[in-house]
Structure formats: C-alpha cells, structure tokens
C-alpha cells in the first residue's frame, strides 16, 4: 500500500512547510525589501532634484540637468548610496571595475567605485591618455568619433560595470563595452542615471541595462 511518507521533525507534512525554512526565507526577504524600499526613495528624491530645460540645446531637446544633485551633499550621497543598492542587488558579486565615459561618467563612477571597494577607469576621447591605448569608434549624428581606454586597465577575465549620465543612440555605451571585451574583461552591464527611451539606445547593447531615474519615452 503507497501513501505519503509519515512526517517527522525532518520531514514535515506538505501542507505545513518546516517554519525554521520559511523563518530564513522570511530572513533573507526583509534585507531585501528594505533594500527595494530605500532605492524606491531616494530616486524620489533625486528626480525631484532634476531640472529641465526645454529646446535645449537645439529646438526639440528637453535637456536634464543632474548637476544640482552635485551641488548638494545630501544628495550626492543619495545617488552613490542608490546605485550602490542596485549593484549590490542586481549582480552576484560586486564588479572588478567601474568603467566610467567621458565626461559625466566622470561626475559619479569614481564615488561609487570608491563605495564599492573597487577600481575606476575612465573611457576618455581620442588622444587624451598617454601610454598604449585601444580605440573603438562610434558614430554620432554628424560623424565619428573614438573612445580610448589604457590597454593595461582591465585585466583579462575582470569583470566591469559600464557607467555614464545617459544613454541616448547608444553608440558611445557600446564603444565602451567593446573596449571592456577587447581587453579580456567581462561585461556585467551598464548602469545610467537618465534614458532617452524613443532612440532605442539599449538595443545596441549586448549587456544587461539599467537607468536609475526616470525615462523620456517620446521626443515632445
């Protein structure tokens, strides 16, 4: 005659799941979701501290100046605590390398690489770092154009964090993750405060990507 097996200590009933098991579930849920809450409000916060310029710098742009959140210590320490939570929560172990472009990737990847105990490179133009470097080029709306990175800045097998203020076209984010590639590194993703949803950006990238605030999903 079959049946279910009889329970023990070790061996529960269905219908009664182990509490010592739902006890750590319930653990390991209540840092997380304290962790979703407190990303949840400091992007509040740092939205609301955007200002908008309409038909700048051309007719049709709705330019978003982040600098204010620089001018405030406050919230400058926002920003680098909310993109450490997402790091922290969105990849298996933390970066090797915090990859930041030129030049706003300037403004906030040294910080949060800092934050996160690990190294900073930057992605400059052309001709702007001395030693060996590799160049990736990228089209922009009247041209071409090239990233440079030093050829001894990422390790083979690293893993890397790619950071800029926006992703637009996408061209100069996926300049940079070639540059990850060509040097032997692995690329975990990218990671940008702003999105201009309707240039479709992210299509370009073959990496996970993440926007920290909010999108401008139409051009009007």
């Not at 182990?18 to 209540?30: E, F, I, K, P």
């Not at 009247?142 to 790619?162: K, N, R, S």
Request: proline share 8%.
């Amino acid at each position: 005659m079959t049946g279910s097996p009889a329970s023990t200590p070790s061996h529960p009933p269905r219908d009664r799941p182990d509490a010592s098991v739902a006890a750590q579930d319930a653990r390991l849920a209540g840092p997380a979701a304290a962790a979703a809450a407190e990303l949840a409000h400091l992007t509040l916060r740092l939205r609301a501290a955007i200002r908008q310029f309409p038909e700048f710098p051309s007719p049709g742009i709705l330019f978003e100046d982040i600098l204010p959140i620089f001018a405030d210590a406050s919230l400058h320490a926002d920003l680098v605590r909310a993109l450490e939570l997402h790091v922290l929560g969105s990849y298996p172990s933390r970066p090797d390398v915090v990859l930041g472009l030129e030049a706003r990737g300037f403004l906030f990847g040294p910080s949060l690489a800092l934050r996160l105990g690990v190294a900073f490179v930057p992605v400059r133009k052309r001709g702007k770092l001395p030693g060996p470097t590799e160049t990736a080029a990228y089209s922009k709306e009247y041209g071409q154009d090239a990233f440079e990175v030093q050829a001894d800045a990422i390790g083979p097998g690293q893993t890397v964090l790619v950071v800029d203020d926006i992703i637009a076209t996408g061209g100069s984010a996926s300049a940079a993750g070639s540059l990850v590639e060509r040097l032997g590194g692995t690329l975990l993703g990218y990671l940008f405060l702003l999105e201009l949803d309707f240039l479709k950006g992210r299509a370009k990238l073959d990496a996970p990507v993440y926007t920290l605030l909010s999108s401008q999903e139409t051009s009007s």
